[in-house]
């Protein structure tokens, strides 16, 4: 660096650009600080530290009703029956309310001491008075002695002393009406969906709440009143989450145990947890409430009983494989929920996305062990089946690591293609396609019908089996499975990688059948599950091949539906005679040519696309579970009803 680069550096550098920020001023110019960001999550976080006030105050037995209301104007409104923020004049401040201090001033609270809360979410002092910052104006009210008292601001400072407003005899509690500041977040909108989902995780959290939820603006999916009361806390809770997925076990295992107190203060932990082949496995935990996206120091102790648990499980029934279980084998297979409440808890960062009171760990730990011990051995039935689930994803994580390591000895890796393929000759990925048939006889004229250079075959003979409920140890070895993972090229589940797929579309060709449906439902469900990129990545479609065969004379049209073909039957083909309706059994049944014109040229062929609606993931599994799971009369309802109709498909 040069020497005038250096001199003209420091120049201007003198105390006078030493700033201090004062009062709230920090927030506003930094707010990623405060609230991680000035992002969508961000802005949601508002809400939380609001409602987590509300929450420490039930929590502390002070309040047993929280009400969240969504304004048209996206402004919210936190209500609750508890103690009210003290509106007293502070003995530090002179002539300012208590009030005013903790809205405008950071590190002013009530919860430092453990003497007016115990186990409280908020403990930095800071959370309201960030939110009043950020907000273009908040109107507090507090109802206290039976008067009604309130005070406003905009972006964090009073419009006025806290005032008495009226009187309130049958009232008492605090209410916060904010609206988020444009300046800070622009554009950007609370989403009653993320709200409600809130207010509803919070009332499972602590059962001695009821929250009241009400939208001004509906968003058409999202109810726009409901009260949450969930007297059966996180076992209800993991229950609705899983919906209608199988599990290893018909309750989940969950429970509540009391700490010995800490600093005098008792605390708790609930938890519940359960097993599914249909989904992945996810932790959701909470401490004070305060949700820990990051986990820590609580979900640590957790995971820790859970694996001594199973492995001590496993040695007692004398399955010796049980100690290559691990951690990740846990988390990557269980939908777990843990909620603890401990005294001063210690968290990284003002939203608090990770627990780091470091007791936390023993205590959940010591507190689940003996419960999982106890369960295990009086349900042996679910103990079994959740104890053979962990031990081969362990098996297949080491098989995995297995092969890689062979993989990368053997440099020199031939492509390995299964013998019934039928490549198409181009080399370029761009514009190929792969049919997937059901059966050899259609596969008979469909090698008539396709563009030799871009399109490929692979028939699969009879019924794959039924992926979703195979364990996946069954699906590897099955040879329709790796013939199709051959000739995709991507291998599958956690090994799976797009880069590596040798066709641009991947085309589901079955009968126009209940059983072509039923084969081309199981296909999607394993592409779904193992193949997912390929899905989101727009490459597998669904052929649709014509319902009806319609002839006249030498006149002949395929029609893909009914609607089509009563079309037909009313003007006619144009042909002599009668007109011939003859309904598909299947592909087989059509020549080269029709099946090329109808099915499988790009010019004249129609395609459905099979896409996933993103905003509901639940609903996805929910319904690949529908469709896939032990009812099979659901399936076929659905795929008849439903799979001809659309354009695009949302499994
Ligand atoms: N709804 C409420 N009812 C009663 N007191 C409240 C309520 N909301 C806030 N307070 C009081 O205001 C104080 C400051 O709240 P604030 O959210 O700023 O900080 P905190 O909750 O103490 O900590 P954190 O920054 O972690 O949220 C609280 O400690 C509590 O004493
Ligand atoms: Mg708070
Ligand atoms: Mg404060």
């Not at 919210?76 to 201090?101: C, M, Q, Y």
């Not at 800490?262 to 992945?280: H, L, M, Q, Y």
């Amino acid at each position: 660096m040069s020497e005038d680069l250096l001199a003209g550096a420091d120049q201007s550098y003198d105390a006078s650009s030493i700033e201090v920020l004062e009062g709230l001023e920090p927030v506003r110019k930094r707010p990623g600080m405060y609230i991680g960001g000035t992002d969508e999550r961000a802005l949601h976080h508002l809400v939380a530290e609001i409602l987590d006030n509300s929450m420490d105050e039930a929590v502390a037995g002070h309040a047993n009703r929280i009400e969240l209301i969504l304004h048209a104007d996206y402004s919210v409104t936190v209500t609750d029956n508890g103690r009210g923020i003290p509106i007293d004049p502070h003995p530090k401040f002179p002539g300012k309310s208590a009030l005013e201090v903790i809205l405008c001033t950071l590190h002013a609270g009530g919860k430092f001491s453990g003497k007016a809360y115990q186990t409280s979410g908020g403990l930095h002092g800071v959370g309201s008075s960030v939110v009043n910052a950020l907000s273009e104006s908040m109107i507090v009210q507090v109802a206290k002695n039976k008067e009604l008292f309130e005070q406003r601001f905009s972006r964090g400072i009073p419009e006025g002393p806290v005032e008495k407003i009226g009187a309130a005899p049958n009232r008492r509690g605090t209410s916060v009406k904010f609206h988020a500041d444009a300046e800070i977040f622009g554009s950007l909108r609370f989403k009653p969906k993320r709200l409600f989902t809130l207010a509803r995780s919070k009332a499972y959290l602590f059962s001695g709440v009821e929250i009241r939820w009400k939208s001004e603006i509906d968003d058409g999916e999202t109810p726009t009143e409901a009260t949450f009361r969930f007297p059966g806390g996180l076992a209800d809770y993991l229950t609705e989450t899983l919906g209608s997925a199988s599990t290893y076990s018909d309750r989940p295992f969950a429970g509540t145990v009391e700490f010995q107190p800490r600093f005098g203060v008792p605390g708790k932990v609930e938890w519940a947890i359960n097993w599914t082949p249909s989904r992945d496995g996810f932790i959701q935990s909470y401490c004070n409430t305060v949700p820990t996206p990051e986990g820590g120091t609580h979900e640590a102790g957790f995971w820790a009983a859970i694996l001594k648990g199973i492995r001590a499980y496993g040695e007692l029934v004398g399955n010796r494989k049980a100690k290559d279980i691990t951690r990740d084998d846990l988390i990557t297979g269980g939908c777990a929920l843990v909620s603890c409440f401990i005294a001063d808890p210690e968290f990284v960062g003002q939203t608090k996305d990770r627990l780091a009171t470091s007791d936390a760990t023993r205590l959940v730990e010591n507190a689940v062990r003996d419960h999982f011990d106890h369960w295990l051995s009086a349900d042996t039935k679910s103990a079994g089946a959740i104890l053979d689930f962990l031990v081969l994803r362990a098996e297949e994580r080491m098989r995995r690591r297995q092969e890689k390591e062979t993989a990368r000895k053997s440099a020199t890796k031939k492509l390995r293609l299964p013998g019934k393929l039928t490549d198409c000759s181009s080399k370029d990925r761009a514009n190929t396609e792969l049919f997937i048939v059901e059966g050899d006889s259609a596969g008979g004229s469909a090698k008539g019908a396709r563009f030799r250079e871009t399109q490929a075959l692979l028939p699969l003979k009879g019924k794959i089996l039924n992926v979703l409920g195979a364990a996946s140890g069954k699906l590897s070895s099955n040879q329709e499975i790796s013939d199709l993972c051959e000739a995709l090229g991507t291998g599958m589940g956690t090994r799976f990688n797009l880069d590596d797929l040798r066709y641009e579309r991947i085309i589901i060709m079955t009968d126009a059948d209940v059983d072509g449906a039923h084969i081309a439902s199981l296909l999607m469900t394993f592409f779904y599950t193992q193949m997912r990129p390929l899905i989101d990545q727009g490459h597998l479609y669904l052929a649709c091949p014509p319902l009806y065969r319609l002839t006249q004379g030498a006149k002949r049209v395929y029609c893909l539906d009914e609607a089509e073909r009563d079309a037909w039957l009313d003007k006619g083909l144009g042909g002599k005679g009668k007109i011939d309706v003859s309904r598909f059994k299947g592909l087989g049944e059509m020549d080269a040519k029709d099946l090329k014109e109808t099915t499988m040229d790009p010019a004249t062929r129609k395609l459905i696309r099979v896409t996933i609606d993103e905003d509901e993931p639940g609903e996805t599994a929910d319904l690949v579970e529908r469709l896939m799971g032990k009812k099979p009369e659901l399936r076929f309802q659905y795929i008849q009803e439903n799979a001809r109709f659309v354009e695009e498909l949302d499994v």
